[in-house]
């Protein structure tokens, strides 16, 4: 078990940061999990002590949003991110970690950046309102699968998933299930690998069991944020978070 004080200090903060976004604050916020855990152990270490938190940390949310996911979406997505975990099973190792953090960082800002470009052409034009995507099979199946290949190394699935999920523009309770839902899958079909690859040992399961008091506690503050807060603050600091953390992860993926 680690027993470093410094990487508790990093390790807390990320726990309760990643279960607040399964409750509610939005995929983006738990991106900076891994990337503040990786200041004190390797980012595939922190990655496999993170995923039994995971599935915890689902399990709690698809029991706080349960019946109110968007069943439609999920059947389109859930195929895609299994086959991109399949894929990053059989090809990260020959990835180095900073060419996965610099293609996470592009597809993250690239998208924050469109957003905010279509949002000020609109205020320009004195409209305020983006109207919102149309479910596609074709653009469901190819960003899930982004999200199952950089859900798999760093568990950054988010921001490709938000690509196709935000713009859909869904009501915030039914967003917030559907990306519950879909990640509560993810991240247990991602346990065989992590097991088969020797990722998940005793010592990074006992971190684990030592931090897992945390999981409820940060699901339950971000199910309790996401009631206080309005729709259009939601997805504006998901957005902002996109964009943090896009330029956190180049600036480490080009060093």
């Known amino acids: 078990m680690i027993t470093d004080p410094f990487f508790y200090l990093c390790a807390i903060p990320a726990v309760l940061l990643f279960a607040m976004a399964k409750g509610g604050l939005g995929g983006a916020v738990s991106l900076l999990s891994v990337p503040l855990m990786s200041l004190a152990v390797p980012p595939l270490q922190a990655a496999a002590i993170l995923l039994p938190?995971?599935?915890?940390?689902d399990a709690m949310a698809m029991w706080s949003f349960r019946g109110q996911w968007e069943m439609r979406e999920i059947k389109i997505i859930v195929p895609g991110a299994i086959l991109g975990v399949v894929i990053g099973a059989l090809t990260f190792r020959y990835l180095s970690e900073d060419a996965v953090r610099i293609m996470i960082a592009a597809i993250a800002l690239i998208f924050s950046l469109d957003y905010y470009r279509k949002k000020y052409l609109h205020h320009f034009h004195h409209k305020n309102v983006l109207k919102p995507a149309k479910t596609s099979v074709a653009k469901g199946s190819i960003w899930s699968a982004v999200s199952g290949f950089t859900s798999f190394g760093i568990h950054a699935g988010g921001p490709p998933m938000?690509?196709?999920l935000l713009p859909l523009q869904m009501e915030k309770k039914k967003l917030m299930a559907t990306f519950a839902l879909f990640f509560g899958v993810v991240n247990l079909v991602k346990l065989v690998?992590?097991?088969?690859?020797?990722q998940i040992n005793t010592s990074?399961?006992?971190t684990s069991l030592v931090l897992?008091?945390?999981a409820p506690i940060g699901v339950r503050m971000g199910y309790f944020l996401l009631h206080k807060?309005?729709?259009k603050m939601i997805y504006e600091v998901c957005y902002l978070f996109l964009v943090v953390v896009g330029i956190k992860l180049l600036w480490e993926g080009i060093l």
């Not at 938190?53 to 940390?57: I, P, R």
């Not at 690998?193 to 020797?198: K, L, T, V």
């Open 53 to 57: 938190l995971l599935v915890a940390m």
């Open 162 to 164: 938000s690509v196709y």
């Open 193 to 198: 690998p992590y097991a088969w690859m020797n």
């Open 204 to 206: 990074s399961l006992t």
């Open 212 to 214: 897992m008091p945390l």
């Open 229 to 231: 807060v309005s729709e």
